[in-house]
């Protein structure tokens, strides 16, 4: 009987949910662990300056093209979507305080976590599973290094650090698009937009805005780290790893911004 119990679809589902479920608890517990580790390590000072500045680098600097692109090209179909409706029922002098909640609240943050988890974290995670299959990581191990300082350090700290940078540039490069956008289609003056702009943005919203950035950093450059670190099985593994590091990131940022706009704004 339990031989034809196995073989159904519910036994299977039940299996594959039971398999899931497991899963997701030893990713989490790892990347508690790992993060717990992360900050033991600050006080040992296990990278060097050089290091994190490369880190840094990578972080702020080759992910702008990208992210600006994207962050942009977002705030010029919004405000191509808005403004010649809001012109034509006498709203025009609003479309800029639109425009600028948008970026400075969840567009601008959310579209540059998403670009930085796409270019950066999926190559932190390539990269450290990379080595954790080809055993350099057992190496460090054998010279009496701890992986995770040596590791994890510089790229989580340039991923904190680094992300409102992004995430400041890539706002104002999103309301100047936006700008731009309306100014063409429905013809609302610079003067108007701007004056709009600094009605709407308050020194809340951008205290939350930074400190957003700075959760979302931290987050996605620890989970694609952990996640990676974690890979095995040759090729095969450190594909996997890869994967699980992007999804894990998009899913975790949507939720640490979900307890954002519950803490905040309500």
Known sequence: MRIYYKATYTYKIFRAFCKSLNN??????????????FFKGLRYKPTTFPELMSQCYRFGVTSLPITLSIVGMTSVIV????????????AGNYVGMLVAIL?????????????IISMIGSSLASEIATMKVTEQIDAIRVLKVNPIHYLFTPRVLAGTLMMPIVVIVSSLVGIVGGAIAANLVSGLT??????SVWFGINMHDLQVCISKSFAF???????????????????KGVGLATTKAVVWSFVAIVIVDLIFAAACFY
């Open 190 to 195: 610079f003067k108007a937009y701007f004056d």
């Open 24 to 37: 997701l608890i030893t990713t989490l517990g790892t990347i508690v662990m790992f993060g717990i580790e």
């Open 103 to 115: 970026m400075v609240r969840e567009e601008a943050v959310i579209m540059a976590g998403f670009a």
């Open 217 to 235: 950093g931290f987050v996605i450059s620890l989970i694609c780290c952990s996640c990676g670190m974690e890979a095995r099985d040759g090729a």
């Open 79 to 90: 405000a191509m979507q808005v403004a010649g409706e809001m012109v034509k029922q006498g």
